[in-house]
């Protein structure tokens, strides 16, 4: 279930950010320790965290200044549901061009089994398998390519699709977790 974030808490991660981030930049490594990526994460949660840090950094400069922050809080925190599965898809779409293609599905499909197994060892899925059903299930012009507008509905309809495109990054409880420490 969601957590209710309040205005309060949106309020104080702002101040963390300008406390934390003196020059008004987040660098990439201090971006994975708020997310809990240490020496222990495997190189699947790294890389996986490395995308999400990217699709933040609109600008590109290799940092997240304080109003991509902003947008980033909101959105994770916040966001719609289909604003959610837009930057899922920016995320998985290392290219740009628009479109996943299998090689991209697979890659972050790989990345979050990785991550699921690390935290259960007990799941054991192929993951061509699941490469091969979401796209029977989500590419519906059968193109070999997954658009925007596929993936949204493909996601949105089929709760199976959904929990194996979910980008699950828990920054809401790693966030309330550390205002109870601070106080």
């Known amino acids: 279930l969601d957590k209710e974030v309040t205005l309060q808490n949106i309020q104080e991660l702002y101040r ?18 708020i997310f809990g990526i240490n020496s222990t994460s495997t190189e699947e949660e790294s890389a996986y965290m490395e995308n999400v840090f990217r ?10 200044d304080f109003m991509e922050y902003v947008a980033a809080v909101h ?16 995320v998985y779409d290392k290219d740009g061009n628009g479109c996943l293609d299998r090689q991209e599905v697979r890659h972050i499909v790989k990345i979050i089994y990785k991550i699921k197994q690390h935290n259960d060892p007990a799941i054991t899925e192929n993951i061509d398998d699941i490469c091969d059903k979401i796209f029977h299930l989500v590419d519906k012009n059968k193109d070999s390519q997954i658009s925007l507008e ?5 996601a949105e309809k089929d709760p199976w699709v959904m929990d194996q495109l979910k980008l699950d990054i828990g920054p809401c409880d790693w966030f309330i977790e550390h205002l109870k420490l601070d106080r």
Do not use: M, Y
């Open 150 to 154: 596929e993936f949204i509905e493909g």
């Open 16 to 33: 963390k950010f300008a406390s934390e981030c003196p020059s008004g930049n987040l660098h990439l490594h201090e971006f994975k320790r």
């Open 75 to 90: 959105l994770v925190l916040r966001g719609k549901l289909e604003d959610k599965l837009k930057w899922s898809f920016k």
């Open 55 to 64: 699709s933040f950094d609109t600008n590109k400069d290799g940092n997240i």
